[in-house]
């Protein structure tokens, strides 16, 4: 059974940093694919920045340079080193990893930008 743990969320000032990590464990080849999402206010995920062979990095047109996505492929682990929080980064972040065809949700990491 693949599951998929977020950490690292938490209360941060405007203009903090946090890094957060995935870990997707269980029955997996090599994935190649790992991404953190957020929700909408209409209650849809968006992208936040992804990770995958061939096609590189992508990141969400808001992020702005202030995220950086990385990956320890060994691990199965992704990491997103985020910095100079708003508070409309406000949210909970969610890993995503599709394996053999199936996408495995991690259930998410409350950010919370606030002074």
């Known amino acids: 059974q693949v599951q998929v743990v977020e950490s690292g969320g938490g209360l941060v000032q405007p203009g903090g940093s946090l890094l957060l990590s995935c870990a997707v464990s269980?029955?997996?080849?090599?994935?190649?694919?790992m991404g953190w999402y957020r929700r909408t206010p209409a209650d849809r995920y968006e992208i936040v920045a992804t990770?995958?062979?061939?096609?590189?990095?992508l990141y969400g047109n808001f992020v702005k340079g202030r995220f950086t996505i990385s990956r320890n492929s060994r691990l199965n682990e992704v990491y997103m080193q985020m910095n100079n929080f708003t508070a409309e980064d406000t949210d909970i972040y969610s890993c995503r990893a599709p394996v053999e065809g199936k996408d495995y949700w991690g259930q998410g990491t409350q950010v919370t930008v606030s002074s």
């Open positions: 990770m995958s062979r061939g096609e590189g990095e």
């Open positions: 269980g029955n997996t080849e090599s994935i190649y694919f």
